[in-house]
């Protein structure tokens, strides 16, 4: 049987070194935890900005139809501004 004898030294060099692992284990763990909690609400920013994106997209969708509204109602006020002059013309002939 071997007798493996340290020194006060020695030994409180191993419970010196065995304290640093502890405390590097534990900030290891503790950075560890930071990362998932930022990773995780990185996702659901990442989350909310595509639902916005998408979002952005379904009322774009319909951009097209704009232009070919606008023609739409301008002609609509040159009918109506037609008819205003008609009325206009017709309405100084019955008057008078």
């Known amino acids: 049987m071997v007798v493996l004898a340290l020194t006060s030294t020695q030994e409180n ?3 010196g070194a065995i304290i640093a692992g502890a405390v590097v284990v534990i ?3 503790a ?3 930071i990362l998932v909690m930022l990773v ?3 996702e659901q920013r990442v989350d909310l900005i595509r639902s916005t994106l998408d979002q952005a997209a379904e009322n774009t969708a319909d951009t097209a139809l704009i232009a070919e509204t606008a023609q739409r109602v301008e002609a609509v006020l040159n009918e109506g ?3 205003h002059l008609f009325l206009g013309r ?3 002939k019955v008057r008078s």
């Open 40 to 42: 995780r609400s990185i």
């Open 27 to 29: 900030a290891v763990a």
């Open 13 to 15: 060099l191993w419970w």
């Open 31 to 33: 950075l560890l935890t």
């Open 90 to 92: 017709v309405l100084e």
């Open 81 to 83: 501004l037609e008819h």
